[in-house]
């Protein structure tokens, strides 16, 4: 796996003229994937891979608004609650596009913007979910911060050990799928150039 995303030509500049596409694109891997949260229940949040994906090939500010959007979007269809957390996904994209701006695409470094991407997540949407919402929110989060609680541990450090984890399970599946969707778009755009050549 290592050789093969060492192999991925990810230049910002290779992606540029796709840009409109990979913004809806992104966006749609972003709702699309809080939706699979919502359905299998997992203690992950899966609405950040097209925030990190947009980060990774069009910078930290394509990313920023991905993330952005996404969450004005899943305000209004899926949780008004997602309102509250857009700065975290408008951070990850900053983030994301920010490291890959300055190193390669490769596991070392994907490991690295994981953890980075967790803490600040984890600090962040802790911070939001005690202030704003009292520490619980409806979902599989929540349940694992109230069974910590019910077995002794107090709310906020029951709140930020599952965050972290969460957050940092949430980044390696994101960071999975953001190596395959590259992939799928790189052959694309390599067929789209072949055929355009021949004309």
Request: proline fraction near 2%.
């Amino acid at each position: 796996m290592n050789e093969d995303i060492n192999k991925m030509k990810i230049s910002r500049e290779y992606y540029k003229e796709y840009s409109k596409y990979l913004f809806l694109l992104c966006i749609c891997v972003n709702i699309i994937g809080a939706e699979v949260v919502q359905i299998i229940r997992i203690p992950a949040f899966l609405d950040a891979a097209g925030t990190i994906l947009a980060g990774l090939l069009m910078g930290s500010i394509p990313g920023a608004i991905v993330g952005l959007i996404t969450n004005i979007a899943l305000g209004f269809l899926m949780d008004s609650s997602y309102f509250y957390f857009a700065v975290i996904n408008v951070l990850i994209g900053l983030i994301a596009g920010y490291i890959f701006s300055k190193y390669p695409f490769n596991i070392k470094t994907v490991l690295i913007a994981s953890i980075i991407i967790s803490v600040m997540a984890s600090v962040i949407g802790n911070a939001i979910s005690i202030v704003v919402f009292g520490g619980i929110l409806d979902g599989s989060l929540s349940d694992l911060s109230m069974l910590l609680v019910e077995n002794g541990l107090n709310l906020f450090l029951s709140v930020t050990i599952t965050g972290f984890f969460a957050n940092l399970l949430d980044k390696l599946l994101s960071f999975v799928l953001v190596f395959y969707i590259v992939g799928i778009i790189e052959n694309r755009i390599e067929k789209d150039r072949s055929r355009r050549k021949l004309r």
